[in-house]
């Protein structure tokens, strides 16, 4: 008769070395999957750890698991913003709140705008993060419509949308002014009351036409 094993041994720490390799890779994935987004690879963040790929791929065997293990907690953070919003009393600007910080999350870091538009990359950890936000994301939704502030017929499958509507002008317009989404969105926001009321005042000023056109000479679609 076979011998009982007992239980798994734990796991080993990493050596020192090999946990500062990993802090590097992570803090490189950062900066490159938050400027250049998902397209990154492993090489481009090897170089920009100044390692080499094989270190990279001995710590993170794809770029899904380092996808997840560095978006896994943003998006915990983004649960965090809705489970706070729905304690709020006023149920609109509940709304309003949570959809200002999300999107003030994502404004900087392109990598965690794609991850959350898209079902591509993340294992277990970004996909339950996910899943989590969608009964928060409809509550939020359906208390501002209970409470009179949100326009009946917006759907909670309608937030993503309005991330990503978002999330095209900070593309368009980041190399000329980064923070023109924020007027961009009041404006989203003032259409998604359900009775209208006085406009928002609006936090950033228009674009001029010499700032349009360098816009539109800087975008690559």
Not at 120 to 138: C, M, N, Q, W, Y
């Amino acid at each position: 008769m076979a011998r009982d094993a007992g239980p798994a041994a734990p796991a080993r720490p990493l050596r020192r070395d090999a946990e500062l390799n990993r802090r590097r890779i992570l803090a490189a994935a950062r900066e490159v999957f938050g400027r250049r987004g998902l397209e990154a690879t492993l090489d481009d963040i090897a170089h920009h750890a100044g390692l080499g790929v094989g270190t990279v791929y001995r710590r993170f065997p794809s770029k899904e698991h380092l996808v997840e293990a560095m978006f896994a907690e943003r998006m915990e953070e983004i649960g965090t913003l809705a489970e706070q919003a729905l304690k709020a009393d006023d149920a609109w600007q509940a709304f309003v709140d949570f959809t200002w910080k999300s999107i003030e999350l994502h404004s900087g870091d392109r990598g965690l705008r794609e991850i959350m538009l898209s079902n591509k990359f993340g294992h277990d950890h970004v996909a339950e993060s996910k899943a989590r936000l969608v009964p928060l994301i409809t509550q939020l939704v359906e208390r501002a419509q209970a409470a009179g502030g949100l326009r009946a017929d917006f759907a909670p499958t309608d937030t993503p949308l309005l991330h990503m509507m978002i999330g095209s002008v900070i593309e368009f317009t980041s190399a000329v002014e980064p923070d023109l989404w924020r007027r961009c969105l009041a404006m989203l926001l003032d259409g998604l009351r359900a009775q209208p009321g006085k406009p928002s005042k609006l936090p950033r000023p228009p674009l001029g036409v010499d700032e349009i056109d360098e816009a539109m000479s800087c975008w690559r679609p």
